[in-house]
């Protein structure tokens, strides 16, 4: 299937944002996803650290992503 990129692009962010969750939903759910690199696992490490020395300053997914809705 192909989609236009003028069709994407009419979408509100939040509509946006749902397509691409639903795409990585059907991605994961296949369970062939591509080896995770050095680089990747570096950052994730990287990331991890942060959280773990300061906390606070992380935020929910849920917040994070109700807030780009209510900027679209």
Known sequence: ???????????????????I?????????T?????????QKAEIERRLQLYRTDPERTRAWDAV????EKDE
């Open 1 to 19: 299937m192909k989609i236009p990129m003028e069709q994407i692009l009419r979408l509100t962010i939040a509509e946006r944002i749902e397509l």
């Open 21 to 29: 969750g639903a795409i990585w939903e059907s991605i994961e759910s």
């Open 31 to 39: 369970q062939d996803l591509p080896p995770v690199t050095a680089a």
């Open 65 to 68: 992503k109700e807030r780009l």
